[in-house]
């Protein structure tokens, strides 16, 4: 029987190929879900409009070009950012002790820090494949563009270096653990900074290496390790992260991908959208359109 309609065929899609997930799941498929030309449907939409100027500064019509003091602030960004983690690492070393209560409100920290990491990947993916194009003054080169040119060619970020997955991330990062370098250290008389700098510390971690996790997910093979904690779920599993590839609707965190499903069933993404929408901020062009509400597919590749 034809499915004529658009919500009922992109649910249809959406259980199909979580169908095959499962599939490949139950094969123990290993390797990369993101072969070449995999994206079909939705996810051209993706593609700037012919209509448009190309962004300038690209060297092949592809990728944008990078320039050699990219790479040196990148590199000084991760010193920094570094420099100032290990020095916070140590005063929650100094000041935590084995004591049962610090044990307990740096396990606690840590687990929310974890969490705070996934939930930013998610924010900042979703608002950048939703808002602003590409060449919106300020933003749009250094935000914007990275995130539409990976669903232009999500194997790009495959041959990009460390400096290029890790460098922004602790440029925006490094004020942070500065101002927290001011303040008071955990101790006795401030048991509750235990888990603020857990947290913290374990936050910015996971904001620092969110893209390199992004890039295993992608990647058609990786270190054992790496493999065994992809399966195990303790960060981002390919065949989980492939559901936002296909739909670009769902699955927006890309760290540990752990909030993905509670996220998806509350609908946290298409809510803040109409909220930000509501206030006047301007919807990509090219990001898809959910409207109504329900038209969201309503099952993902998260179902058994
Ligand atoms: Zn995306
Ligand atoms: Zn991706």
């Known amino acids: 029987m034809p499915i004529r309609s658009g919500v009922a ?10 169908s095959r ?10 390797g990369n879900p993101f072969p070449a030309g995999h994206l079909p449907g939705r996810i051209r939409a993706m593609a700037p409009p012919a209509e448009r100027e190309p962004v300038t500064g690209f060297e ?23 420099a100032l983690w290990l020095l916070l690492a140590r005063r929650l070393l100094d000041g935590g002790g084995m004591s049962a ?6 396990a606690a920290g840590t687990v929310a820090g974890y969490l705070a990491g996934d939930l930013l990947s998610g924010v900042v993916h979703w608002f950048c494949d939703t808002f602003f194009e590409e060449d919106t003054p300020l933003i749009g080169r250094v935000l914007i563009l990275p995130f539409r040119e990976h669903h232009r ?11 290029e997955i890790a460098g922004n991330s602790c440029l925006a990062l490094a004020p942070v653990l500065a101002v927290v370098a001011l303040l008071p250290a955990p101790g006795a008389a401030r048991p509750w900074w235990l888990a603020v700098y857990a ?14 996790l992004h890039k295993w997910a992608h990647m058609p093979a990786v270190p054992a390790l790496v493999e065994r904690m992809q399966r195990t779920g303790l960060i981002l599993q390919p065949l989980r ?6 739909t670009q609707a769902e699955a927006y965190c890309v760290a540990t991908g752990w909030l993905n499903a509670p996220l998806d069933r509350i609908g946290f993404f298409p809510r803040l959208e109409r ?4 206030v006047g901020l301007p919807m990509s062009e090219t990001a898809p359109r959910w409207t109504p509400p329900q038209a969201r597919p309503r099952r993902n590749g998260y179902t058994s």
């Open 9 to 18: 065929r992109r649910n249809f899609l959406c259980l199909r190929d979580a």
């Open 21 to 30: 997930d499962r599939e490949h799941a139950r094969r123990g498929t290993a």
């Open 60 to 82: 092949d019509g592809a990728s944008p070009r990078r320039f050699g003091w990219q790479t040196l602030m990148e590199w000084a960004a991760i010193v920094v950012a570094t």
């Open 101 to 106: 209560s610090a044990l307990w409100l740096t």
């Open 153 to 163: 060619d999500p194997l790009a970020m495959t041959r990009h270096g460390f400096a």
């Open 199 to 212: 947290g913290l510390l374990v936050f910015t971690a996971v904001a620092v290496v969110t893209n390199q």
């Open 241 to 246: 992260h492939a559901a936002h590839h296909r």
């Open 275 to 278: 909220a930000l929408v509501a």
